[in-house]
C-alpha cells in the first residue's frame, strides 16, 4: 500500500488533487445538511444578508475558487502550500457548483425541479475527478516496469474506447449513459447500441425517412420514462432535498 501511494500518488503530484476532491466533497454534503437544516428551520443556521440582500454560498465560493486556483498554479504539484491551495480550491469549487443551476438560470431555483441539475452536475464532477485520481497516470512516475506501462496503456485503451462509445450514447441523447460511461467500463455500450432517444441528433440524422424506428423510439422512451422517473426522483431527492410543490 505504500508503495502504491508513493508511485501512483506522490510522485506523480496527485495529491492536492486527491485533497481537492476530499475537499469538493465534503463541502458538498456539508452545505446540502446545513440548507436542509435551514429549510426545516432546525439548528442555530440561518441564511445570510447583507443590506437585505441574501447572499447565496456561491458567492464566497466563487472567491475561495478564484484564490485556491491562483495559489494552486502559484505553487506547483508539491508542497504544502499546493496542499493548502488544493484544499481551499475543492471548498470553493464545492460551494458554486452547489449553486450551479442558480447560475444556468440566473434565478434563485435552489428547491426546484431546475434545482437538481445543481446535485446532478455535483455528482458527475466528483465521479470524473475520482476517475483522473484512480487512473494510472503514466506520466511524472520513475523506473516503471514493462508491466506497468502495459497496465496504464491497457488504461488509457480502455478509457479511449469508453469515450467513443460515450459519444455515440450522447448523439442518441442517453445524457446519463454517456456520462457514466466514459467512468465505468462499457456502461455507454448500452446507450450506443439501442434506438435513439426522439429528438436527439442520432434520430434527426438517421430516422427522418424511418417511421417505424421513430414511432419505436418513441415508445420506448415513454416506457423509459414511466419505469424509472420515480426511483430517479426518489434517489435525487434523498441526495439534494425534496423540490418544493
Do not use: C
Amino acid at each position: 500500500m505504500g508503495d502504491w501511494w508513493q508511485r501512483n500518488i506522490m510522485e506523480p503530484g496527485k495529491l492536492p488533487l486527491l485533497l481537492a476532491l476530499a475537499a469538493f466533497t465534503l463541502t458538498f454534503v456539508i452545505t446540502r445538511v446545513v440548507t436542509r437544516l435551514i429549510r426545516a428551520g432546525k439548528g442555530p443556521f440561518g441564511n445570510v444578508r447583507a443590506g437585505g440582500v441574501h447572499v447565496h454560498h456561491v458567492v464566497p465560493g466563487v472567491v475561495l475558487t478564484v484564490v485556491g486556483g491562483f495559489a494552486a498554479v502559484a505553487g506547483g504539484r508539491h508542497g504544502v502550500g499546493s496542499a493548502l491551495a488544493a484544499v481551499v480550491f475543492g471548498v470553493g469549487a464545492g460551494l458554486v457548483l452547489d449553486e450551479f443551476a442558480l447560475i444556468l438560470h440566473l434565478d434563485d431555483v435552489y428547491w426546484t425541479e431546475a434545482g437538481r441539475k445543481s446535485v446532478e452536475v455535483v455528482v458527475v464532477t466528483a465521479a470524473l475527478v475520482g476517475l483522473l485520481l484512480a487512473g494510472f497516470t503514466p506520466f511524472g512516475v520513475d523506473g516503471m516496469t514493462q508491466d506497468e506501462l502495459q497496465d496504464r496503456a491497457n488504461v488509457i485503451a480502455t478509457v479511449a474506447g469508453n469515450f467513443v462509445l460515450s459519444l455515440l450514447a450522447l448523439a442518441k441523447g442517453k445524457t446519463r449513459l454517456a456520462v457514466f460511461g466514459v467512468i465505468v467500463p462499457f456502461v455507454a455500450l448500452i446507450g450506443a447500441v439501442r434506438l435513439a432517444r426522439p429528438g436527439s441528433f442520432w434520430a434527426r440524422r438517421f430516422y427522418g425517412r424511418r417511421p417505424h424506428a421513430r414511432a419505436k423510439a418513441h415508445l420506448r422512451a415513454y416506457r423509459h420514462d414511466r419505469r424509472w422517473s420515480g426511483p430517479r426522483r426518489a434517489v435525487q431527492d434523498w441526495i439534494g432535498g425534496r423540490p418544493d410543490a
